[in-house]
RNA sequence: GCGGGCGUGGCGAAAUGGUAGACGCAAGGGACUUAAAAUCCCUCGGGCCGAAAGGCCUGUGCCGGUUCGAGUCCGGCCGCCCGCACCA
């Protein structure tokens, strides 16, 4: 006997129980079947789970379990992104230990997420803190150092004074430190870097074939990577005016073909040459100085006047030496683009033009618009980027821009001076090298050790893992390996003598760089992967996490994946084939008459749509009900998953997640609908429970013939199959949800009819059988609980994917509507294969048609089969 | 400034160039009930005609275009959101 109402509370707990015990969810890496890889961005543990967290891998798992009932061997892990700066917040804070807050903190996440009901593989965990992971990543940077991947350099980084670390540019937002929130300062340090730049050309090139991922991701990424192709070119220096024995002055143009509308120089103040000019000029040191200490601040540029400083040498153009050019230096010039030195045609660009007019240069035309005529054209304030002819120079006037430049290439290619030629062509990326180096502890350690007398030296493979200690301290900001009193003494691998070891530990976005290959085999204990079976695995064919990774993380992933195949440790150029970025969960914000804001659990809501009033629970007093924001600690519009899975349980939450909102745009969360979603669920329970009562008086055999409410009930199920398999192979989830809904209510219908006729019998079994293993992949408790009611003796989990029968969705006969110049005017039933002329003849001898068309000859009949007709007058 | 996306009922939304608003939420009305909850039924873009059945007009941010036919394609505006931003 089935009860009343569905005990999620109970269920639940049980199902987990069960497909914990027979183990269903453990992947075999030896498994004949075709393989299918659905990963979701492994979360950071802080502590508790998040609505976020509930949406992407409710997601991933509608994939995965519907991809195990298509029958693929469906590899689906979790793991934990460990480490990071939190859990030394932590230990600062509240005086524990990062390692013991981190496990802490996995243990309760993992049970969290168990009660999701998630179908993930747990035999293969990985935390990325774990020296089982680590050792093989120390393994792979010294590989990389040996294949040529690797750089240390001083260089100027992003010192974030909060957090007292470096951030690397893609971690820098707006000129902020992207976790601590503060102003980014500038600082000369020498750090480890991965050579990300030398794929840049590929990483750029690949994005084309990555047909399965967002046209907005590709899109930031080729803008992150940012190629210009332009000429690399010498101007001469007249010696008369340079210090020391600066002969010449290297610069880099995309636009050659603008050299004779020139008016200056300009060199970055941090350039060599204007290093050695403030030698011998306090001033220009002063003015140096002052660029220097305005940094690179995102607000500082944004705000800063573009302001320069006369050198006092002079340029030579490379066309006229008779033609010479100030050098400025400017400080909107960067030393790590280019060259760090440019010649500034005003007429052409915005930021010379603001230039010159400051400082009185002038400037002169030299690409002239189309149907302008050059006589009138002059520029004042604002510079011309477009296309159009050249003008003012004397032997490419006329050209085209594109034509110019070649020209100007040519000329100066040909040209050389001390034996090398005086321009050359060059491709430029905006992408820099990834800076690694972390001033922190709780991180990975970077396996090298510096020697007085040999330099530095890659810790000995044989003394991997590195391990961090664990007796440290907390009490000072500041990096405590640095402070430990013994672990950085070590002897040189080389001679044996005194030496240091590296105290930085790596960036974090490393450890997240290559998760995805080691779960393909996490067993593996003397490499970081088993690259046969990785290449079996890989690449992961469904990604899923959040849009905020569009840049870091994914280009961080696809640049290790290439590490890793020149190392040996994977064989494939991009790790993810399809990615998918789900939206964010968001919910209204409420805010007392004090100002602070007020948690949704502590508020109550009144009156209906639009006229809605929000009090305290405790007190009464009215809130102001706020813009809806994507759910924050600070703004205080959280839901906590554990209150929802206690009230509704987790197949009413995994349900709302993919209600409504497609899976990329934000969703809000409601009260409402969760509950909408809770009926919902004891909706289904009541009606599989009547229905398994109805199949009781199923024949064992598929009757041969079906009634009228028989067959429409399996057109309905099989319709629903057919709709619902084709919708979440695209990660449609809403639509699913709605032909799910449409499905049920035909379903419901039917049930209601509590015809016991054998044939009908059959039919509301086989689409109870439907429905259930529907929505399975969305809610597997209740599925569970239905497929047993339904008497069956396997796990719906575990079941095969039905495959619709196609014949019964094929009408003989079919509807369609009629237009009369483009408007709804009546329906015509043809058959289904009816010749035009046949359906012609029919539409026009509707008595609708005819009153529309009011005494007119049609024109045109237009009969798009199995559409619609339109009949022109 | 550059690049991209989006704009459909009270709300979330659906719609290979082919019946706009499926499906859900909210709301209103009704049934059941001592009552409530739960459940079930009906209505639900706007306007007009009709007792009703039904019919007509209008409607996908605004203006144009292509087409037998446009929410969808093209051009131009307006608004919102996101990414990048002194990159030579």
Redesign the pocket.
């Known amino acids: 006997m089935t009860q009343a109402r569905y005990n999620a509370r109970e269920a639940e707990p049980r199902w987990q129980k069960t497909w914990d015990e027979r183990g269903i969810f453990a992947t075999r890496n030896d498994d004949p079947r075709p393989k299918y890889y659905v990963l979701e961005m492994f979360p950071y543990p802080s502590g508790r789970i998040h609505m976020g967290h509930v949406r992407n891998y409710t997601m991933g798992d509608v994939v995965a379990r519907y991809k195990r009932a298509r029958g693929f061997n469906v590899l689906h892990p979790m793991g934990w992104d460990a480490f990071g700066m939190p859990a030394e917040n932590a230990a600062m804070e509240r005086k524990v230990h990062p390692k013991a807050w981190t496990y802490d903190n996995i243990a309760a996440m993992k049970t969290q997420l168990k009660s999701m009901g998630l179908s993930l593989d747990w035999s293969r965990e990985i935390a990325t803190c774990d020296p089982a992971y680590y050792r093989h990543q120390q393994k792979m940077f010294l590989d990389f150092v040996r294949a040529g991947l690797v750089e240390r350099k001083q260089s100027k980084v992003n010192w974030d004074p909060v957090d007292q670390t470096v951030l690397a540019?893609e971690q820098v937002?707006d000129g902020r430190g992207w976790r601590s929130g503060a102003l980014v300062e500038q600082r000369e340090l020498t750090q480890w870097f991965l050579k990300i730049t030398t794929y840049a050309q590929d990483l750029l090139d690949r994005l084309d074939t990555l047909d399965r991922w967002p046209?907005?991701v590709r899109?930031?990424q080729k803008?992150?990577i940012?190629r210009?192709e332009?000429l690399l070119l010498r101007f001469m220096l007249d010696p008369a005016t340079t210090p020391n024995a600066e002969s010449e002055l290297e610069i880099?143009?995309?636009?050659p073909d603008t050299l004779f509308g020139a008016k200056f120089m300009a060199i970055?103040p941090d350039h060599p040459l204007a290093t050695a000019a403030a030698k011998a000029n306090p001033a220009l040191a002063a003015f140096i100085a002052e660029c220097k200490r305005q940094g690179?601040a995102?607000e500082v540029?944004?705000t800063?006047e573009?302001q320069g400083f006369d050198t006092g040498i002079k340029a030579v153009h490379p066309f006229d030496p008779n033609w010479t050019l100030p050098v400025y230096v400017a400080?909107?010039?960067?030393?790590d683009?280019?060259?760090?030195a440019?010649f500034g045609c005003p007429a052409h660009?915005q930021?010379d033009l603001d230039f010159v007019n400051k400082y009185g240069l002038g400037n002169t035309p030299v690409v002239c618009p189309p149907g302008v005529d050059p006589k009138d054209f002059v520029i004042t304030d604002a510079a011309y980027d477009g296309d159009g002819r050249m003008i003012n120079s004397r032997f490419l006037d006329g050209m085209t821009i594109e034509a110019a430049k070649e020209e100007v290439a040519r000329r100066l290619e040909r040209e050389t001076r001390g034996n090398r030629p005086v321009a050359q062509r060059q491709v430029?990326f905006?992408l820099r090298d990834w800076g690694i180096s972390r001033q922190r502890y709780w991180g990975c350690p970077i396996p090298m050790i510096h020697c007085e007398a040999c330099g530095v030296v890659p810790v000995p493979e044989q003394d991997l893992p590195v391990v961090l200690p664990e007796d440290v301290s907390f009490d000072k900001p500041g990096n405590p390996l640095d402070r430990h009193p013994t672990w950085k003494h070590v002897a040189c691998p080389q001679c044996g003598g005194a030496a240091r070891r590296e105290t930085d530990t790596m960036d974090t976005f490393v450890d997240s760089s290559w998760y995805f290959a080691r779960f393909t085999d996490p067993w593996t204990t003397s490499a970081p992967t088993d690259v046969a079976v990785a290449n079996r695995w890989m690449p992961v064919d469904q990604y899923i996490g959040g849009?905020e990774h569009a840049?870091l993380h994914l280009l961080y992933s696809r640049f290790f994946t290439r590490a890793m195949r020149a190392t040996g440790h994977l064989g494939l150029d991009e790790p993810f084939a399809g990615l998918f970025t789900q939206g964010m969960v968001v919910h209204e914000t409420y805010r007392k008459k004090d100002g602070a804001w007020a948690a949704p659990a502590e508020v109550r809501i009144e009156g209906?749509?639009?006229n809605r009033r929000a009090f305290l629970i405790d007190g009464g007093d009215e809130v102001e009900i706020g813009a809806i924001e994507k759910m924050s600690k600070s703004k205080r519009n959280t839901v906590d998953p554990d209150d929802i899975m206690e009230t509704y349980g987790a197949d009413t939450a995994r349900w709302f997640m993919l209600?409504?909102?497609?899976p990329e745009?934000?969703?809000?969360w409601?009260e409402?609908?969760v509950?909408?979603a809770g009926?919902?669920v004891?909706?289904l329970w009541r009606l599989i429970g009547e229905a398994a009562d109805i199949a009781k008086a199923a024949p064992a055999q598929k009757p041969a013939a079906f009634g009228e409410a028989a067959l429409a009930l399996r057109k309905a199920a099989h319709g629903a199959l057919a709709k619902v398999s084709a919708e979440i192979e695209k990660l449609?989830f809403?639509?699913c949800?709605?032909h799910i809904?449409?499905f049920t209510?035909a379903f419901?219908?039917a049930v209601n009819t509590k015809s016991d006729a054998p044939d009908f019998a059959w039919a509301v079994k086989e689409a109870a059988d439907i429905l259930v293993q529907l929505f399975q992949p969305m809610m597997p408790h209740l599925a569970e609980e239905c497929w047993a009611a339904l008497g069956h003796g396997n796990l719906a989990a575990q079941a095969a994917w039905p495959e619709a029968d196609t014949a019964l969705l094929v009408e003989t006969t079919i509807?369609l509507?009629v237009?009369v110049?483009?408007?709804?005017?009546a329906?015509v039933t043809v058959a289904r294969d009816a010749a035009n002329a046949d359906v012609e003849a029919a539409v026009l001898a509707l008595e609708?048609v005819q009153k529309?068309l009011d005494g007119k000859a049609p024109k045109?009949v237009?009969v798009?089969p199995q559409?619609?007709v339109?009949v022109?007058a």
């Open positions: 540019n937002i046209e907005k899109l930031m803008n992150w940012g210009s332009g880099f143009t995309t636009r970055a690179t995102q540029i944004e800063a573009k400080n909107f010039i960067l030393m683009y280019g060259t760090g440019i660009d930021r430029n905006r849009i840049i209906p749509e639009g209600s409504d909102s497609p745009r934000d969703v809000n409601t409402d609908r509950q909408g009926r919902f004891q909706r449609h809403n639509v949800v709605a809904y449409e209510n419901g219908d509807t509507p237009q110049n483009g408007k709804k005017r329906d609708a529309a045109k237009i798009v559409r619609i339109n022109v």
